[in-house]
């Protein structure tokens, strides 16, 4: 029993390891969007060992843009065909840990349906480009009637999604799982 004990940091290290540069992304909405409003999006960086480039690319939905808040030295762009926000940097945030904060912009004529925000974020390690892919943020676009604005009220916060990976030989990329 005392030598499981032992193993676990080890196990922990081990887990820690495999992640690409540790790298862990979460990513927060902070209430239910609806049609012509603007909602704040929290996303967390843990950059593990990482110290320089690092680009973030956020896929948004349709009749939805992102805008930029608070980047912590980041560039940021907006892809409008592609609905893609792009935050870039060459020498990433000293803190092993940084918050971005961006505003997620829904359309007046935006239908409710259920939708998601997916994202990429890519760094170099060992002079090759790796790739994290955490799973989407998942959420809903509500309707602006006064009745679902009140269920909404009642509803949980959406979750934190965090990034987790697995090797894909086809791809030689890292992807959530």
């Not at 973030?56 to 608070?70: K, M, S, T, Y």
């Not at 309707?143 to 949980?156: N, V």
Request: with cysteine; glycine share 6%.
């Amino acid at each position: 029993m005392q030598r499981l004990w032992l193993l676990l940091p080890l196990f922990a290290v081990a887990i820690l390891a495999a992640v690409p540069g540790g790298v862990v992304i979460e990513g927060t909405l902070h209430s239910t969007p609806t049609p012509g409003s603007t909602t704040p999006v929290d996303i967390r960086i843990q950059k593990g060992g990482l110290d320089y480039f690092g680009r973030l690319l956020i896929q948004a939905p349709e009749d939805c843009r992102l805008a930029a808040a608070d980047l912590h030295g980041g560039q940021f762009r907006w892809d409008e065909r592609q609905h893609v926000a792009i935050i870039s940097w060459l020498k990433l945030p000293d803190a092993p840990q940084f918050d971005l904060q961006l505003d997620l912009i829904v359309e007046p004529n935006a239908a409710p349906r259920h939708e998601s925000l997916s994202w990429e974020f890519s760094f170099i390690r060992n002079n090759d480009r790796e790739s994290v892919r955490p799973t989407p943020l998942l959420f809903d676009i509500a309707s602006g009637s006064a009745d679902q604005e009140a269920t909404e009220l009642d509803a949980p916060s959406p979750g934190v999604v965090t990034a987790r990976r697995t090797w894909s030989g086809l791809d030689a990329e890292w992807e959530a799982s």
